[in-house]
């Protein structure tokens, strides 16, 4: 724990400093940035341009590239499809379908009944989802997060909600999105009501990343391997460390043109850092070819970012998005190329994750089908 908790002030120095660094560069008050909780308004970005939008969405085709290519070409086995059994859907998984149903019907609806708590429905439907994610990978292999790993689910709760937090002090800096439907809160309600909407994200994007991994296709440590060749990895994660602190930097000095890189920055800061003081990161066993740790996160949060947006758009407490150059072509609140910060935003979630204490080997169907296979 004495670990754990040095290691996340190092970090959180580095993630919440670097920031502030750009700008301080940039000539701007710093005591602008430090109010908490920062109620960020509308902003008027830098108007829609088609080619920054085709740059954009040439290399997001690149990245996806590789994903389809993964999943593809990847050689199943048949026995690995006709041979798995299939599990009770347990009760708590029922009451979650419950919960989402109700609460979406109350996110969507507008009954005068309701008006005071129509705020408050955001939490609910996550946590049904939790719930659901949870029981449909019990269903496929016999046990889950939530059975196997109680407390550590827990902890993530915990985690997520100063997570979070952090991901609405990056926004200061690039006003990308702001709250509708919460201006009648007082700061302590804000706070207490955010911060538990905000402890759903992690558990989220874990559960259903471990429900990817019950599907033969996306169990990549028994499939091909590509292994990663690194030379030096200590100058690799130094090069991490500052190129992701620098990035930050430079993000908030220039957020109409660098904001996408607050989504991959903070990455390669945690990873790069977390192999200088332990040794190893959660993508470490790329070198032996395991691809479980890019792949399957980034789909999960990909998956939870379509339910993000899809309950977000017509509840009375929503957020709304104002990007530069690309605010077109929407999905719900999110422009079409926003669903991309999504791949790497998984990436930093299980990254965040491995920093706790005695993090449980998640995502294979059981140990025993891959002796010796590190996994995270």
Not at 123 to 146: D, E, F, M, Q, V
């Amino acid at each position: 724990m004495y670990r754990f908790a040095a290691n996340l002030i190092i970090i959180s120095a580095f993630l919440l400093g670097m920031p502030l660094a750009g700008v301080w560069l940039a000539g701007h008050d710093l005591v602008t940035y430090l109010v908490f909780p920062h109620i960020t308004s509308p902003m008027q970005h830098e108007p829609f341009s088609w080619i920054a939008w085709f740059a954009m969405a040439g290399f997001i085709l690149v990245v996806l590239a590789f994903f389809v290519y993964a999943i593809s070409f990847a050689s199943v086995k048949q026995s690995q499809i006709s041979n798995q059994r299939l599990y009770r859907l347990p009760w708590w998984g029922k009451s979650g379908v419950i919960l989402v149903i109700v609460f979406w019907i109350l996110a969507w609806n507008r009954f005068a009944w309701f008006t005071d708590l129509q705020v408050y429905t955001f939490t609910p439907i996550w946590l049904g989802y939790i719930l659901i994610i949870n029981a449909l990978t019990s269903c496929r292999k016999g046990y889950c997060l939530l059975t196997r790993e109680p407390l550590y689910l827990l902890s993530l709760f915990l985690l997520s909600a100063i997570f979070w937090w952090y991901y609405e002090y990056l926004n200061i800096f690039i006003r990308n999105w702001h709250y509708v439907g919460t201006e009648k809160l007082s700061t302590v309600e804000i706070i207490i009501h955010s911060s538990f909407a905000y402890a759903t994200v992690l558990p989220a994007v874990l559960s259903t990343a471990e429900w990817l991994n019950t599907f033969p296709r996306l169990d990549l440590p028994s499939q091909q391997r590509w292994e990663l060749q690194v030379s030096h990895p200590q100058l690799w994660a130094i090069a991490s460390w500052l190129g992701g602190s620098i990035t930050l930097g430079l993000a908030t000095l220039w957020p109409e043109i660098l904001f996408p890189l607050v989504w991959i920055a903070p990455l390669f800061v945690i990873a790069g850092l977390k192999y200088l003081l332990e040794g190893k990161t959660i993508f470490s066993v790329l070198v032996r070819g395991n691809w479980q740790p890019v792949l399957l996160p980034a789909l999960a949060a990909l998956c939870c970012g379509f339910f993000w947006e899809l309950w977000n758009v017509k509840s009375f407490a929503h957020w709304e998005y104002s990007v530069p150059y690309v605010q077109a072509f929407h999905l719900f609140e999110m422009p079409l190329l926003g669903y991309a910060g999504y791949l790497p935003f998984g990436l930093v979630c299980i990254a965040i994750a491995d920093l706790l204490p005695g993090t449980p080997r998640i995502l294979i169907r059981a140990k025993r089908d891959y002796p010796g296979m590190e996994t995270f």
